[in-house]
C-alpha cells in the first residue's frame, strides 16, 4: 500500500514516483542563512564560515572558499587540505604518527587533489581498519576474555552477568544455545595469550593492510603476543578510560555460574518456587511482589503471585502457563545462580529443552497433592518421567526433587515416602545416581523448607534437618543434604 501524501509538503512526483531533489535544493537555497555561515547540503546544518566541513557529519564544503581563498598556506587550488576529516576526526588521530597516502585510496580520487593533500596530513581512513573506538573496547574485551571462565563457558555467562543488572527475568528463546559474539571472534592460542581472528566478517573477512599509526596497534592484536596486547591495551586505556559501570562486576568473576534448570509436569509449581527463591534471596524486592500480588488479585489468580514474577507474557498469565524458559539470576556466597524457569505443559517441551541443555544441575518439582503426582508419572503423557529423562540426557548430573504442595496433603510423611519410592525408582532407571539426588518436601506457597528450616510442626515432626540453614541459600543447602 502506498503511502499518504496528501499533507506532506513534499511529496514525490506523481509520475515518476521519486523525490523532487529540485524542488529540495530549491527549498535549501531559499532558506535564509545568518551572514556568516554556511549551511551543510546533506545534514542541513549552519556551519561557522570558517569551517571548510561540516561539523556534524563532515561532508566537504563545495566549492570550498573563504578560509581557504586568501593564500593561505593550509589551502591547494583554493580548497583546504584538512577539508576531508571533521574536528571529530581530526582530535581522534592527531596523535597518531603520520605516514605516506595509501595508493588504493587516492587512486580512486584522482581529480580531487585537496584530497590526496589531505591523505598526506592524515592517515585515510579505511572501514576494515580498527578506529580507535575498536581498539579501546578490543583491550575491554581481551581482558575480559583472558579470564579463564569467560574463555571456557560460551557466553551465556556472558550474557547472564551483563543483563543481570538490568532485570530480574528475562526470556530465553526456544533452542537458544549459548552464544558470543565478541568471543566469537577472540580465540585464545596454544600459548594461552589473545588471538584477533582477522578473518571474521567483523573485518570484512580480509587479512588487514594498514597504512598508518592505526597499523601498529593492530598488528599487535595480531601478532597474539600479550605483551602486544598489553601494549595495545596500553595506548587504548591512556586515550580512554571506561565508567565504572562499563567493566565487568569483579564480585560477579569470583563467583562458580550455576545454571540450574526447574523442570516438571505442568502446575507443580515451577514458577512459585523459582519466584519465591528470587524473592528470598533479594532479588525480587518487597515492593515489587506488593505489585505482583495486586496485579494476580485483580486478574482473579491471586495463588500465582509469584509466579507472575517469571511468567511475563499476557498469554502466560491469563492461562496461569510458562510457555517459554524464564531465566532469572540470584548469587550466593558461592554461586551465580542461572534459574531456567521450564514449561511443564506437555507442549511446550521444546522450549523446556532449551533451558535443560543449558542446565549443570535440575530442581525436579513435583506436585504431592492426590491425583497430580500420579498424572505426572504417567507413562503416557507424564511430564515428571519424560523431564527427568531429558535432564538427564542432557548431562545434568545432579537433581534436586522437591515434593512440593506438601499443605495439601497435611505434611504427610506417608505420602512424601510414597512419592520418594516410585520417583528415586525411576531416576534410577534414567541413570541417576542415588547419592547425586537430594530430597526435600516442602511447600512453596507457605514458604516452608525453602530457605530456612521448616516452621511447620507436621513437617518439622518427622523431617529431620541435617543441614543448618543460615544465610545459605535453598541450592546449596539442597545439594549438600539428603533426607533419610
Ligand atoms: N497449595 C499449594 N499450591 C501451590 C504451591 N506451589 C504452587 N502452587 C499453585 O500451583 C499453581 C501452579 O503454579 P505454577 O507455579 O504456575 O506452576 P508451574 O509448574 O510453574 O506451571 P507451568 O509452568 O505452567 O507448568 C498455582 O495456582 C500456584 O499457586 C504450593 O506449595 N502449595
Not at 581530526?90 to 605516514?99: E, G, H, R, V
Not at 573506538?133 to 550474557?159: E, I, P, T
Not at 507443580?268 to 528470587?278: D, E, F, N, P, V
Not at 539426588?437 to 516452621?455: D, K, Y
Amino acid at each position: 500500500m502506498g503511502l499518504d501524501w496528501t499533507h506532506c509538503p513534499v511529496r514525490p512526483s506523481p509520475v515518476k514516483q521519486t523525490w523532487p531533489w529540485g524542488l529540495l535544493k530549491h527549498l535549501r537555497k531559499s532558506r535564509r542563512l545568518r551572514p556568516g555561515l554556511w549551511s551543510c547540503p546533506i545534514c542541513t546544518f549552519d556551519n561557522e564560515e570558517s569551517m571548510s566541513a561540516c561539523d556534524i557529519c563532515g561532508v566537504l564544503r563545495n566549492p570550498m572558499v573563504s578560509a581557504c581563498s586568501n593564500g593561505n598556506k593550509n589551502t591547494v587550488d583554493g580548497m583546504s587540505k584538512y577539508s576531508g576529516a571533521s574536528i571529530m576526526a581530526k582530535s581522534l588521530f592527531a596523535s597518531l604518527p603520520l605516514t605516506t597516502p595509501n595508493k588504493t585510496l587516492t587512486s580512486q580520487h584522482q581529480n580531487d587533489k585537496f584530497l590526496m593533500d589531505a591523505c598526506n596530513s592524515f592517515p585515510p581512513f579505511k572501514f576494515d581498519v580498527p578506529s580507535p573506538d575498536d581498539l579501546v573496547s578490543n583491550g575491554l574485551r581481551s581482558s575480559k576474555v583472558v579470564s579463564k571462565a569467560n574463555v571456557n563457558k560460551l557466553s551465556f555467562s556472558d550474557v547472564t552477568s551483563s543483563v543481570t543488572e538490568k532485570k530480574t527475568a528475562m526470556r530465553l528463546p526456544p533452542n537458544a544455545k549459548g552464544f558470543d559474539s565478541s568471543s566469537a571472534f577472540v580465540s585464545e592460542n596454544k600459548h594461552g595469550s589473545v588471538e584477533e581472528d582477522t578473518c571474521s566478517p567483523l573485518n570484512g573477512g580480509q587479512p588487514q593492510n594498514l597504512s598508518s599509526g592505526l597499523n601498529n596497534l593492530s598488528s599487535n592484536l595480531k601478532s597474539g603476543s600479550s605483551k602486544n596486547v598489553n601494549a595495545g591495551r596500553a595506548l587504548s586505556s591512556a586515550q580512554y578510560k571506561p565508567e565504572k559501570w562499563m567493566l565487568p562486576d569483579p564480585a560477579e568473576d569470583r563467583l562458580t555460574q550455576l545454571n540450574l534448570a526447574i523442570v516438571g509436569h505442568v502446575d507443580s509449581g515451577k514458577s512459585t518456587l523459582s519466584g519465591r527463591l528470587l524473592h528470598l534471596s533479594g532479588r525480587i524486592s518487597q515492593k515489587e511482589m506488593h505489585k505482583y500480588e495486586k496485579e494476580a488479585k485483580l486478574q482473579g489468580k491471586g495463588s500465582f503471585a509469584y509466579a507472575w514474577a517469571l511468567d511475563e507474557s499476557a498469554e502466560e498469565r491469563e492461562r496461569g502457563i510458562t510457555m517459554t524458559v524464564a531465566v532469572a539470576y540470584f548469587d550466593s556466597k558461592r554461586y551465580h545462580v542461572v534459574l531456567l524457569d521450564s514449561p511443564g505443559h506437555k507442549d511446550f517441551v521444546p522450549n523446556m529443552i532449551s533451558g535443560a541443555a543449558q542446565a549443570d544441575a535440575a530442581i525436579l518439582v513435583i506436585d504431592a497433592s492426590v491425583g497430580s503426582f500420579e498424572a505426572g508419572m504417567d507413562s503416557t503423557g507424564g511430564q515428571t518421567r519424560e523431564h527427568a529423562q531429558l535432564i538427564r540426557s542432557f548431562g545434568a548430573a545432579q537433581v534436586i526433587v522437591a515434593i512440593n504442595k506438601m499443605d495439601v496433603v497435611e505434611y504427610s510423611k506417608e505420602r512424601f515416602d510414597t512419592i520418594k519410592t516410585q520417583v528415586g525408582a525411576f531416576l534410577r532407571s534414567c541413570g541417576f545416581k542415588d547419592s547425586s539426588v537430594s530430597w526435600v518436601p516442602l511447600s512453596a506457597i507457605e514458604n516452608q523448607n525453602l530457605v530456612a528450616t521448616a516452621s511447620e510442626a507436621r513437617l518439622l515432626s518427622w523431617c529431620i534437618n541435617e543441614f543448618e540453614f543460615t544465610t545459605e541459600l535453598f541450592v546449596l543447602a539442597l545439594c549438600s543434604r539428603t533426607l533419610a
